[in-house]
């Protein structure tokens, strides 16, 4: 008798005690089918105030919140997710007297944390009138891409640079108290001694790759416990909503490690590189045949724009551009080829070719890639 009240059902591989009277443990068994062909879609934003004090160092920028779907959607297509709405005099998005701000899926990608039909939804965020919130850099980009941007069909790669902390904002794998050999051995490193915090690093890797973003590849930092992912060559629309999933995805397996990822622009004064976002930019112009005249052309716009650029190119960036650790003065701005001193860099093979991209090395690690993506096709293209 004793056995029959305590049969076991098991659930997402977890066993559970089921009632043993028939009827309940049908009707239970019916409930386990209903959720077992749910749905969980992630909704995915941010709140726009990355690197702002009241955010310090330590907390992001990056929201999201799980909605159950009873009957999947299975189209990947953005525009069959429904919008949602979150509590935005919570977040600092809106007041408390009106405090609803709308979700509206813009790109969705397979969660590679849950598996199965689950997604992750990137959305981009309207106010209680329908229109794009003030944070809404994403629909600031979108507005720009007429039918001259699209002609010449631009791609990014994005560069970003990560700083590992412990619970208690101490760089991950440092001595307490103390701080780790010179810089040095770290870049591209490869063993215990020269290398803090790869399980994480790695773990994000496959991440994205499950999640299906065209991620290029990982590197550890010149600075002990500071890292970089490389996302693109992508889309203007496509770099923004990718690089903000995969933040996103940096700081939701940080807790599963124990560990907290800052892009703050210089998270340790002193003789230690900063955390930047080079962006890596090039139009079809500039891929074609006698493309260096295009970049060229590209570099000699940039310069007449540079405190726009750098007024919108994250919070605290003074403290990293310097003219010192691989940056250029942030007052100054020059062009060179393969000068990691400098505001926009040619790369040797691109010069050797006469054709490619350029990088931006301005953008520091906390910046809005919409922004950056925006900020490049209006003043090379526009």
């Known amino acids: 008798m004793a056995a029959a009240m305590t049969q076991k059902a098991c659930v997402a591989g977890v066993a559970v005690n089921a009632a043993a009277p028939s009827a309940r443990r049908q009707a239970r068994f019916v409930a386990v089918r209903v959720s077992a062909l749910a749905q ?53 998005q809106a007041e408390g007297n009106n405090s609803d701000c709308i979700l509206r899926p813009v790109c969705v990608v397979p969660d590679p944390i849950r598996g199965g039909d689950n997604v992750l939804v990137m959305c981009d965020v309207l106010d209680a009138q329908g229109v794009p919130h003030e944070s809404n850099t994403r629909a600031k980009l979108e507005a720009i891409i007429n039918d001259a941007v699209k002609a010449e069909a631009p791609l990014f790669g994005f560069e970003q640079e990560y700083t590992m902390l412990s619970k208690g904002g101490h760089i991950y794998g440092w001595p307490s108290g103390g701080y780790p050999a010179p810089q040095g051995p770290f870049y591209c490193g490869v063993g215990h001694e020269s290398v803090y915090g790869r399980p994480l690093a790695e773990a994000h890797l496959d991440a994205c790759v499950k999640a299906g973003l065209i991620i290029s590849g990982i590197n550890a930092e010149v600075m002990p416990g500071q890292w970089e992912f490389q996302i693109g060559p992508t889309g203007p629309l496509e770099t923004g909503d990718q690089v903000m999933i995969a933040r996103w995805l940096l700081h939701r397996l940080g807790e599963e490690y124990g560990i907290v990822s800052t892009f703050a622009p210089k998270p340790v004064k002193g003789d230690w590189n900063g955390t930047g976002a080079h962006t ?24 007449k724009c ?24 942030i007052n100054t701005f020059r062009f060179g080829v393969a000068d990691r001193g400098s505001s926009i860099r040619i790369p040797l093979p691109v010069q050797l070719a006469g054709k490619g991209y350029l990088e931006d090395r301005r953008p520091a690690a906390n910046v809005d890639p919409y922004t950056v993506v925006r900020l490049l096709i209006k003043n090379t293209i526009l």
């Open 306 to 329: 540079h405190p726009e650029h750098i007024s919108q190119y994250g919070t605290g960036n003074e403290d990293r551009l310097t003219g010192k650790h691989e940056t250029c003065d």
């Open 40 to 92: 969980k879609a992630e909704y995915i934003w941010y709140d726009g105030q990355e690197g702002q004090p009241q955010k310090g160092a330590v907390f992001n920028e990056m929201r999201s919140k799980t909605k159950v779907l009873q009957k999947p959607v299975t189209s990947m297509d953005p525009k069959d997710f429904p919008e949602w709405s979150f509590d935005g005099s919570s977040t600092g």
């Open 280 to 303: 890596n930019y090039s139009t079809k112009s500039m891929r074609e045949d006698g493309g260096m005249k295009a970049i060229e052309a590209a570099i000699e716009r940039l310069s």
